[in-house]
Each structure stands twice: as C-alpha cells, then as structure tokens.
C-alpha cells in the first residue's frame, strides 16, 4: 500500500512538552505526507495522546515546531490557529463526540457550518460521505438511536466531510467489538485512500497499527522505534 510521495502535510521537530516537573514529550521529531497513515503506539503514559493533541493544535507545546499544510502553528494567533484546525483536521475519538441533539445529516454537516459553507455546497458533500459510510438510511436519526459502530461511522464522516489535510484519531475502535473495529479500519484506510487525506492513529491495538504505512513507538515521551509497513 504505498504512500503519496508528496511533501509532508504534518511535520513537527524537537516537540517537548511539561505539565509541572513531568516531561511529557522530550524532543519528538515526525512528518507525515498526504495519503500516508502514521500510527502512534506505545504504553499507557508514554505520550501519544499529548502528541497527538499538540499536533492538532488543541494543545500548545512548550518547545519545538509543529508545521500543519504550510502553517507553523506557534505562530499563529489563537483565533487563526482556530481556523486552520477548522479548515484542515478532522478529528475522530473513541467515544464518538457526536452531539445528541443533531441527526446524524446535521452532525455530519456541521463542519462545513462552521467553515460558512453555502447550503448548496454542503448538501451534496454530506449526502456523499453519509453514503460512503453507509448511513444513507439513518440519515434522520439521533446518535443515541445508533450502534456504536454506526456512531463511530457518522464520526468519521463528520471528520472527512470538509476535506481536511490531516485524519487525527484517538483510539477509534477502542470502545467497539472486534467486528465493528474491523469495519472501521477498513473504513478509515478506504476513505484517507480515496482522499489521499494523511490519518495519524493512536492506538493500543495491533489491528489499528497494521492499516498504516508506519508506526511510531513512544516510551516515556521519546521515540523509540519507527517501523516501516512491509
Ligand atoms: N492535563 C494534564 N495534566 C497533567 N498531566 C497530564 C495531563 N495530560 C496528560 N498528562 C500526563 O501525561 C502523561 C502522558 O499522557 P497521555 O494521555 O499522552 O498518554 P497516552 O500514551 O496517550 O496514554 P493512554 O494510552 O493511557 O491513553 C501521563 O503521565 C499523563 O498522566
């Protein structure tokens, strides 16, 4: 499964980062390129979620550069910081985050809201994604009328819908049997396929690991090793 051998959309260099005394992070070195899945893997504690959230932006890094589709984000005031991440990662979590309230269509619709994208736009882009994941037919329910597998499903759809750069994804199939777990993954590596959007996955799990092109393994706020997919 080769990568898109373009620039990289996603680089971060000498990222450390402290709460109080505790070094967190010490001195991370990436990039990932369009199209290409990076997974981050390592034991409980050892950072990835912290990396994996400096490198969205939602948190900042006490040292180090993090550059996001041409945009070094240290530089960036908290509002345009705001709006890169808007324009250029979705997000998916492990227990979905999909607001109650909304249907499913409206959820996934609400990216492109928030970017102001006419209703004319936005229609077509979320009848397509809510097809791809397909969720055609639950278009109208409410989250909690859904499987967690067809919850995790609108979330990714929700997180594609707006045509990010970069797929962030904290644990995706952690709270789903091994069924719906497989069914995600073979989402996941379809859709950043066929988007050529570049996905950074943190998990525990050897499946998750095994649909990407690398794997980072930290220990203690380092890497420790990198392998490269056969
Ligand atoms: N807001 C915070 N304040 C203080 N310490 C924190 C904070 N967030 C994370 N930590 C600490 O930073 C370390 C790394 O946490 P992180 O969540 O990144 O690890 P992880 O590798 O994702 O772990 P897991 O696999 O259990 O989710 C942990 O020791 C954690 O307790």
């Given at each position: ?142 989250p909690g009328q859904l499987s967690g597998g067809e919850q995790q499903r609108a979330a990714i759809a929700r997180a594609l819908v707006h045509q990010p750069a ?65």
């Amino acid at each position: 499964m080769p990568a898109s051998p373009s620039a990289p959309v996603l680089t971060c260099h000498g990222l450390r980062k402290t709460y109080g005394p505790r070094t967190v992070l010490d001195g991370i070195d990436l990039s990932v390129t369009a199209g290409e899945r990076l997974a981050l893997t390592g034991p409980s504690g050892s950072g990835k979620t912290t990396l994996l959230n400096c490198l969205g932006g939602v948190d900042r890094a006490d040292a180090g550069t993090i550059t996001l589709a041409g945009h070094a984000l240290d530089q960036l005031s908290e509002s345009a910081l705001a709006l890169l991440r808007r324009e250029q990662i979705g997000t998916v979590f492990q227990f979905f985050h999909l607001l109650p309230t909304l249907s499913v269509a409206e959820n996934i619709e609400l990216p492109l809201q928030l970017l102001g994208a006419p209703a004319a736009d936005r229609r077509p882009r979320v009848a397509d994604l809510i097809e791809r994941v397909g969720l055609t037919h639950r278009a109208d329910a409410r989250p909690g009328q859904l499987s967690g597998g067809e919850q995790q499903r609108a979330a990714i759809a929700r997180a594609l819908v707006h045509q990010p750069a970069v797929l962030l994804a904290d644990e995706p199939t952690g709270n789903l049997d091994s069924a719906n777990g497989e069914r995600i993954l073979a989402l996941l590596r379809e859709l950043t396929d066929a988007t050529s959007t570049a996905l950074v996955l943190v998990t525990h799990s050897e499946e998750a690991a095994a649909i990407c092109h690398r794997r980072i393994h930290l220990l203690d706020g380092r890497i420790e090793r990198t392998t490269t997919a056969a």
